[in-house]
């Protein structure tokens, strides 16, 4: 049975951090590119992050929606099947469901590229 489950959402005031963890189960992880995404009221669910798979050591990629590149991070650590997402100087507009991603071709801003979802966290950043 997959399973995606995040956690680390809370509420936060303006230029704060908070880091957001996915944990996965039932697939193999470092076969899978994993993406972050949200989605606010009333919009529709955006791409926030991804990062490629790791099958066979290869090289790290990232990919930021333009507005939070040099604020977020993604990374992964396969060995406990869990792809992470550091956000730094959280904005109101940061505000939203996060969702993490699983996508078996790898790295993608594209929602229609993944296979798995988790039911999301809660991100909100007060002004």
């Known amino acids: 049975q997959v399973q995606l489950v995040e956690s680390g959402g809370g509420l936060v005031q303006a230029g704060g951090s908070l880091r957001l963890s996915c944990t996965a189960s039932g697939f193999t992880f470092s076969d899978y590119g994993m993406g972050w995404f949200r989605q606010s009221p009333g919009k529709e669910r955006e791409f926030v992050a991804t990062i490629n798979s790791r099958t066979g050591g290869n090289t790290i990629y990232t990919i930021y929606e333009r507005s939070v590149k040099g604020r977020f991070t993604i990374s992964r650590d396969n060995g406990v099947n869990t792809v992470y997402l550091q956000m730094n100087s959280l904005k109101p507009e940061d505000t939203g469901v996060y969702y993490c991603?699983?996508?078996?071709?790898?790295?993608?801003?594209?929602?229609?590229?993944?296979?798995?979802w988790g039911q999301g966290t809660q991100v909100t950043v007060s002004s």
């Open positions: 991603a699983a996508a078996r071709t790898g790295s993608s801003s594209d929602h229609r590229d993944y296979d798995y």
